[in-house]
């Protein structure tokens, strides 16, 4: 009897026992009596993501954050990254105002979901998209989620946000190092006053941009092309004034990271290495950076020099610009057709447009929606508009004061066509014109001076008995050669 009842009992604690491995392993949720600390984790529902805490790189600090199941690093969303834990004594729970929090050995809050809501009753779940939502149980609405407050990481399914007139409301902080969460430098987001474009800053000063949005990609962004597939959408809400960002890759694990030197990078996750390959960066070059070479200067990597002015324009300032400082950018070498009818009456010919190719369109468009023949009659009749250029999926784009922030790109890219004085364009085209004609016609009489004497020399040798003197055909030879010469070069 008593044998047997140990036996019972051995069973149920066994049953038992497996039963909270079961939970310890399987559980997805943190409730006011489900509290989380370290080093315990959670883990979404089929595995995806987890979430625990963390040390970066060689830091000490504890960190409460959500990583892809497969490996520790990177952890996508850090929770406390302004205020580190320096012990292992971190909870995670939900406080008694319905807030999911991180606490300290001593209880103090260290982070906090920060919503204001009468709910109490409410559970936190790490979603298999790596969303960590916080929900009333009552009726399962959500009140708080991690997506809605990224950190330097872009997942499938989140959403970068931003008003068209006070800007990004969503959008990505890099780290300040890979040792350290708290936010850097560096963030990303969506500027959609005018056509949306994505911008990074650095220190709240604008550091690089990715062009215009033209339905598919950005097209200021090399390469971009080569990661359409991952499914970007760019919606544009036009009665909340609101634009979103999203993508939703074929292959799921793929995401976005800003890092701590201000490059958004894309990560692909290679089995065989059992590791994360970068498979795109945003920022390649100092040309990346914005308005490298200045106003009217264009930046071309492949170039040594990088920088150099457009034709028809020179360094404002030759000095700086010979040391190697580009900021001052260029200046117009001469006045454009109707500036010069405003400032002296003169009437010269119209002004024309240069095709720069392969470029990237220079920052403050200003759109309309008209056809690619009207958007060129239209620059050319406003002599405030300097530069044109038309883009599918976005239409005609002009540009007022001065072109800054232009690249040039080996391919891809879109041409943009910018105005100059026509003297400007016609002084390298009459080089052209005048040197191709007058090399050709000396080719040409050349050949056939020297086969007119050959055959010349040949006849004397025939009609020698006639007596012809050679002086006579070498005279005849000089006089051809001039004639030719003369009557080709006009
Ligand atoms: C929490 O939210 C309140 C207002 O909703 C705000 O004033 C406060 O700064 C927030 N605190 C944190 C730590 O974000
Ligand atoms: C919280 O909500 C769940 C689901 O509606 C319910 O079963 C539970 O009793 C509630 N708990 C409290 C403390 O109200
Ligand atoms: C997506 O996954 C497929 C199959 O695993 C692979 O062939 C393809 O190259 C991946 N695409 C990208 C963009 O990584
Ligand atoms: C470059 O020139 C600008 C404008 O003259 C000046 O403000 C800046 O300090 C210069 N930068 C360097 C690195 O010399
Ligand atoms: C020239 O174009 C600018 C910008 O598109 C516009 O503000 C201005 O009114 C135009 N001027 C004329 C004379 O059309």
């Given at each position: 009897m008593e044998l047997r009842s140990s036996r019972i009992s051995f069973a149920v604690a066994v049953l038992l026992s497996c039963f909270y491995t079961y939970l310890g392993t399987a559980i997805d949720t943190i409730t006011a009596s489900r509290s989380i600390r370290d080093p315990e984790t959670i883990i979404s529902n089929g595995s995806a993501f987890k979430l625990g805490f963390f040390n970066p790189g060689n830091s000490s600090n504890r960190y409460v954050g959500i990583w892809y199941n497969?490996?520790?690093?990177?952890?996508?969303w850090v929770a406390n990254r302004n205020k580190p834990l320096n012990d292992a004594s971190g909870v995670v729970t939900v406080s008694e105002d319905g807030n999911l929090v991180v606490l300290n050995g001593q209880n103090e809050?260290?982070?906090?979901?920060?919503v204001s809501n009468s709910v109490t009753n409410v559970s936190a779940q790490l979603l298999d998209t790596g969303n960590l939502v916080l929900r009333d149980k009552t009726n399962g609405t959500s009140i708080w989620e991690s997506f809605q407050e990224p950190t330097n990481t872009f997942l499938q399914g989140m959403k970068l946000t931003s008003h068209?007139?006070?800007?990004?409301i969503v959008q990505l902080t890099s780290w300040k190092s890979p040792s350290d969460p708290s936010p850097g430098s560096f963030s990303f987001g969506i500027e959609s006053s005018n056509i949306p474009e994505g911008i990074f800053w650095k220190d709240s000063r604008v550091h690089g941009r990715t062009g215009p949005w033209n339905g598919q990609v950005?097209?200021?962004?090399?390469?971009?092309n080569s990661i359409y597939l991952d499914g970007f959408k760019l919606l544009v809400d036009d009665l909340a004034r609101v634009v979103t960002f999203t993508y939703s890759s074929l292959n799921s694990t793929v995401f976005f990271i800003l890092t701590s030197q201000g490059n958004i990078e894309e990560r692909n996750w290679v089995a065989q290495e059992n590791n994360w390959k970068v498979t795109f960066r945003s920022l390649e070059t100092e040309c990346d950076v914005y308005g490298w070479c200045g106003a009217f200067g264009n930046c071309n990597p492949q170039k040594n020099p990088m920088c150099s002015c457009l034709r028809g324009f020179e360094p404002k300032n030759m000095e700086e610009w010979s040391r190697?400082?580009?900021?001052s950018g260029c200046v117009r070498k001469k006045l454009l057709q109707c500036e010069r009818i405003n400032q002296t009456g003169k009437v010269a010919k119209e002004d024309e447009f240069l095709k720069l190719e392969t470029m990237k369109l220079p920052d403050f468009a200003v759109r309309s929606s008209v056809t690619l023949e009207s958007c060129r009659e239209q620059c050319l009749n406003n002599c405030s508009c300097i530069a044109y250029a038309y883009v599918v999926g976005i239409g005609c784009m002009t540009w007022m004061g001065s072109l800054i922030d232009l690249n040039k790109f080996p391919s891809e890219g879109a041409d943009l066509y910018i105005r100059l004085a026509h003297s400007e364009l016609e002084k390298k085209d009459k080089k052209v014109v005048v040197i191709v004609p007058v090399v050709v016609a000396i080719i040409t009489s050349a050949i056939c001076t020297f086969f007119l004497c050959r055959w010349l020399a040949k006849r004397k040798e025939r009609r020698n008995a006639m007596e012809e003197s050679s002086e006579q055909s070498q005279k005849r030879c000089s006089v051809n050669y001039v004639t030719v010469t003369v009557t080709e070069a006009r």
């Open positions: 497969k490996k520790s690093e990177p952890v996508v809050i260290l982070w906090s979901s920060n068209m007139r006070t800007g990004p950005f097209i200021g962004v090399r390469q971009m190697g400082n580009w900021s």
